[in-house]
């Protein structure tokens, strides 16, 4: 895949994951296990970390417009999705009662940094469109 054709997909990803993680509020209520930490207890939590989420979440859209001059957003979202996966799984592997989160927000994490690394790779010196 040619760097023109990542530049695309990253604009569409960015999009995407966008959109996706506005979602984190509704989400956590549909399926808490796979998505909220403490047994889903207390919404404060929950309202927390869906704050944070869609701010990022509308920031991810704008950056779609034109990601060569959002490139610290996108690598802040690549270097925290994976860093929050991994302290999560570690997390859930040592907690039984945490383990939806192995089928739920850790690889959805994961997957994140990884298609917003490979689309993102060698765009940096990519003119503005």
């Known amino acids: 895949m040619n760097d023109e054709t990542k530049y695309v997909w ?3 990803a960015l999009v ?3 959109v996706i ?3 984190v509020y509704p989400m956590g209520l549909v399926w808490s296990a796979g998505w909220v930490w403490h047994g889903g207890q207390g919404l404060y939590y929950l309202q927390i970390i ?3 989420y869609v701010v990022l979440g509308v920031f991810l859209i704008r950056a779609s417009r034109n990601p060569v001059e959002h490139q610290s957003l ?5 270097w925290c999705s994976l860093v929050h996966a991994v302290v999560m799984g570690a997390q859930a592997l040592g907690n039984s009662h945490e383990l939806g989160h ?3 927000d850790v690889p959805a994490l ?3 940094a990884a298609v ?3 689309f993102n790779a060698g765009n940096y010196n990519q003119k503005a469109a």
């Open 10 to 12: 990253l604009k569409l």
């Open 16 to 18: 995407v994951f966008g």
């Open 21 to 23: 993680v506005l979602g």
């Open 50 to 52: 869906a704050a944070i």
């Open 74 to 78: 996108i690598l802040f979202t690549i």
């Open 102 to 104: 192995l089928l739920g």
């Open 110 to 112: 994961l997957l994140v």
């Open 116 to 118: 917003l690394g490979y």
